[in-house]
């Protein structure tokens, strides 16, 4: 009998990466655009899940595979997590197909079953531990609208607002003026107002690297930003570690915006205050998904 083709995907709101294992090893993996399921979205989330998977499954030398787990944002409501693993297994890309969290496919890939907490940062934030016992415990993760603290969405949009404040004269001068300009190609301030007025969640997180990097060069506006943002991040790990019983655990570290060193490093200072070490190296939550296929196969 020959080994079972496992598909593994992580989709998150900016990025969805898929990777292939055959006897034990990776043989193809794709990248694709954001994957995030949102209420009556599922099935434009399954297409782009399995245009990637297809890209991933080709990579391979395969058609399709035996077993697909989906880690996918906003998949923690019953409904959209149904909705979502029903659009994909009319794709026919696999013969069993399994759709959770991405946050939970971030917690095999990180602790292997074992008793910790994942913060994932990007286009969203959510922290969840679990203890030895295998008790689950949450903060955040309730989307842009209600949470999202410390993400890339809660920065970029933090940055907008410094902007017009700046503007108006109720805030101070900052090099986000001219740099939030530049990244969404708007010629003067009052096309940055268009660019928002259409602008997605995904496309206000993109503009986190740029309010980084404009920290990094020193802008004081941008440096209070980041490290609220750090800090409301920190809060969410430490929400979680308060509730869970037990010895001190590992808190790892995921998701696209914690993968700048510069704002890992703030967050980790924080988390350290309060006795919590970070484990070394990033979370790949795709090994994750396979895993978690690799079970069901």
Not at 18 to 29: C, M
Not at 228 to 241: G, K
Request: glycine content about 14%.
């Amino acid at each position: 009998m020959s080994d079972p083709v496992l598909i593994g995907v992580d989709g998150g709101g900016t990025r969805t990466s898929v990777a292939v294992s055959r006897g034990g090893a990776i043989v193809g993996r794709a990248e694709g655009p954001g994957s995030a399921v949102r209420p009556g979205r599922s099935l434009v989330s399954a297409t782009t899940i399995a245009d990637t998977v297809r890209r991933a499954l080709s990579a391979a030398g395969e058609l399709t595979g035996d077993v697909l787990v989906a880690g996918v944002a906003g998949a923690g409501r019953e409904t959209e997590a149904r909705e979502l693993q029903q659009a994909l297994r009319g794709e026919g890309i696999a013969r069993k197909v399994v759709v959770t969290t991405d946050i939970a496919i971030a917690l095999q890939g990180a602790l292997s079953g074992g008793a910790g907490i994942v913060l994932s940062a990007g286009t969203g934030s959510i922290a969840v531990g679990r203890d030895a016992a295998g008790t689950e415990y949450r903060a955040g993760g309730y989307g842009w609208q209600m949470g999202d603290e410390g993400s890339g969405y809660a920065i970029g949009r933090a940055a907008l607002g410094a902007v017009s404040r700046a503007v108006d004269c109720r805030g101070a001068e900052t090099g986000l003026s001219s740099r939030l300009a530049a990244a969404t190609r708007s010629e003067d301030f009052n096309a940055l107002v268009r660019w928002t007025a259409t602008a997605g969640p995904a496309e206000v997180a993109s503009l986190a690297s740029h309010v980084l990097a404009e920290a990094a060069a020193g802008d004081a506006v941008a440096s209070a930003i980041v490290h609220y943002a750090a800090e409301e991040l920190a809060q969410l790990v430490i929400s979680i570690r308060k509730r869970m019983e037990g010895d001190a655990v590992p808190v790892a570290l995921s998701g696209g915006l914690l993968n700048d060193a510069t704002f890992r490093a703030a967050v980790q200072a924080r988390l350290a205050k309060h006795g919590l070490t970070v484990a070394a190296g990033a979370v790949d939550a795709v090994s994750g998904a396979i895993s978690m296929a690799a079970g069901l196969a």
